[in-house]
């Protein structure tokens, strides 16, 4: 994993109000850590595929798409 993927994954962890359910979408997490939107959309894209990440909501379901930090995403930046 390079920087700025460790430092998306510890942000949407960090915003998480549970566990397993986060209510910021991209823009926040990018906003959050201090990075680049598109950038920050691209490395979502990418932990979602990947399997770091769980959807709470899609944009067909509430006009955002917002993630949390699923266990195995959780294990590799430390906090399971």
């Given at each position: 994993m390079n920087e700025?993927?460790?430092r998306?994954?510890?942000a949407i962890f960090?915003?998480?109000d549970e566990i397993?359910?986060?209510i910021y979408e991209a823009v926040d997490?990018?906003?959050y850590a201090q990075m680049d939107a598109d950038e920050v959309h691209k490395?979502?894209?990418e932990l979602y595929d990947e399997g770091y990440l769980g959807e709470c909501?899609?944009?067909e379901d509430d006009g955002f798409d917002?993630?949390?930090l699923n266990k195995k995403g959780r294990t590799l930046i430390g906090m399971e």
């Open positions: 700025s993927t460790l998306v994954m510890n960090s915003l998480s397993e359910y986060n997490i990018a906003e490395i979502i894209k909501m899609t944009v917002t993630f949390y």
